[in-house]
């Protein structure tokens, strides 16, 4: 790095428009006919402009114009000096070596190139003091400045590429950290990274944070573009002996040009392909029909790309646990009809979807018994006067990212009072409406569009507009409350609320009759299905987790015997009665990375000029001077000149 280097070379071919201005200088050459008046030729003569030859303003404008364009052209193309060579200072020199081990990495030769980058380091600054931080999810190890060479050589060589996307918080704060208090030393960190736009994105104030200059280094050749399934949803369909599959795979080009693909399902020796062609940043959706599959395991498989890792999926096809609900009543014999209606639609198992088995229960349910085995629970007004064992239990099993579906009724107003005070919601209960005999009823008017747990009434009629509402709880949603339908004066009738890591379904009505004609209407069931099957969660018993996370505390929670090995990478088995499905995280599937701009901005001057000769990186403009500013200031003073030289008469 010991000559100009250019931001935009491209933009140096735009010199050649130089010629334009000399062309239309010389072209300019007219000479005008001499006609002499005899009575005042003499009067003008002093003022006349020879035409016929060039002054010296002549020359002198067409020089402002030539610099004034090759400035332009200049400033476009972003001259940049190479970095000041710095003075040798008593103390020495400071390195940091910070070494990336997230899954996005596996698209290059990783291996040879982190050693060979790091022996170059430390070949080119043999007396630095250097340290090493690997960090992948998270920080993985620290070597502090100081360790000799050759163990930091050692190490590097030992180190291993991670399954799971990465989280580099840690590492900034410990980069941060890692430098002595001495001043009379230079500091530098060198980043060896892809810089994955995912995990290293919006650190420009912890990066300001490091006393040091930051020289970030990438791989050669990095995938630019990238096809993955994101997801994908299984329908099974069995009838007598025979079974059919139907899959609907998430497939998204990350890439900025179309893309072609294939697509496999694959069940033991079975299988059936698709064609996909996918535009630029965009997705589709693809569904893949199989007969009589093999086994209980599938997989969905792209064509291998650069990021093998995102291009397989797998299923669980086999025989789904119920999905288990708890109902809780406040009073289970003053409340006999609400739980008729209750009891009714839970029953109701059609072909193709998935079993509910559901338990009832009392008051004493939150204090005598363990919620965790239940993928929901449901209140019927159940909620008022929460003792502490109570509130805690709830807490817990929300905090696990428990869900709870609450109808209001005639206790609304002490079952929102309590919750509001555990701290649990938010949203508050203004009143009743509806109380009067003249009142009229009233009917949900709408629904909140986009709503992926509402779609199936959007796309198919209902009558989830037409049962008529008596009296309903006002309800006034808190800050963390999404209404999903709307009564009158939109206020809601079903809202969602966030609560601790799941959330609570509030119904502004009771099930009794007395309330409105919810439960015996036409959408009652398929409405509470879709809360009980909330879309993003997996109420079915399969435990769905990505590589890395651990499942431990989940199995734990519902009561299974932990095998003395956990299934570490992705795959399909089963533990107990719950089929364990892990896949790969998405997390990293974007190619996109930081450019120049964005290091930029998080490589401000830090007072420290770097010593160490580290490697040529895509991103080595951070640390150059560049000559921008003063090309912008050269250019306002030649477009002042050329308008002196082209308006003054001299």
Known sequence: M????????????????????????LMNREVPKRVVFPSIRFIYRGREVQKGRRSLRDLLTLLARCLLLAALVLLLAGPRLPPQAATAVAGGEEIMLVVDLSLSLQSVPWHDWITEQTDQVLSANPDAVVGLIATGTGLQRVWPLGTPHAELRQAV????????????????????????????????????????????????????????SIQPVSPPDPATANLAILGATTDILSRGDSRRIRVTAHVHNFGLQPARTRIELVAGDRSTTAELEIGGEHSEKVVLDLESPDGNRA?????????????????????????????????????GVELFFMRKALSTNLPGVDRIEARFFGRDFLTGQNPHPYNRLILLDSGSDLTEPEVATLRDYLSAGGQVILFGGERASATLASLNRAGLMRTRFNGRSGLSSSSRTVTVTRLRPGTELLTVFEREPSDLFLFPIAKYARL?????????LYLPDDLPFLLRESSEA?????????????????????????????????????????IRA?????????????????????????????????????????????????????????????????????????????????????????????????????????
Do not use: C, K
């Open 2 to 25: 010991n000559a100009l280097t250019w931001a935009n070379p491209l933009f140096l071919w735009g010199l050649a428009g130089l010629a334009a201005p000399i062309a239309l200088h």
């Open 157 to 212: 060589r030992e180190l291993t590429l991670s399954d799971t996307a990465g989280r580099h918080e840690d590492a900034w704060r410990e980069l941060a950290a890692a430098y002595s208090d001495r001043a009379d030393v230079t500091r530098t960190a060198v980043i060896y990274s892809d810089f994955q736009r995912s995990d290293w994105g919006g650190f420009a104030t912890m990066a300001a944070a490091v006393p040091a």
């Open 299 to 335: 997989e969905l498989r792209l064509t291998p790309d650069a990021y093998p890792w995102d291009d397989t999926w797998h299923i669980w096809i086999g025989p789904r646990p119920p999905i288990t609900v708890a109902v809780i009543a406040q009073d289970p014999a003053a409340q």
């Open 476 to 484: 006034e949603p808190g800050p963390d409350a999404q209404t999903l």
């Open 502 to 542: 799941g959330a609570i379904y509030l119904f502004a009505v009771g099930l009794d009759p007395s309330w409105s004609e919810l439960p015996t209407s036409l959408s009652f069931i398929p409405l509470l299905r879709r809360l009980i099957e909330t879309p993003g969660e997996d109420p079915t018993g399969v």
């Open 546 to 650: 990505e590589v890395g996370e651990s499942i431990a505390p989940r199995l734990q929670r519902l009561g299974l015997e932990l095998p003395p090995t956990l299934p570490d990478g992705p795959g399909i088995t089963v533990i107990g009665n719950r089929p364990v499905v892990i896949n790969t995280s998405r997390a990293e599937s974007d190619p996109d990375a930081l450019n120049d701009l964005d290091w930029l901005a998080i490589n401000q001057p830090r007072g420290d000029t770097p010593t160490a000769d580290a490697p040529q990186s895509v991103a080595d403009s951070a640390n150059q001077r560049s000559l921008r500013p003063a090309l912008g200031v050269a250019l306002l003073l030649l477009a002042l000149l050329e308008l002196a030289l082209a308006n003054w008469e001299w």
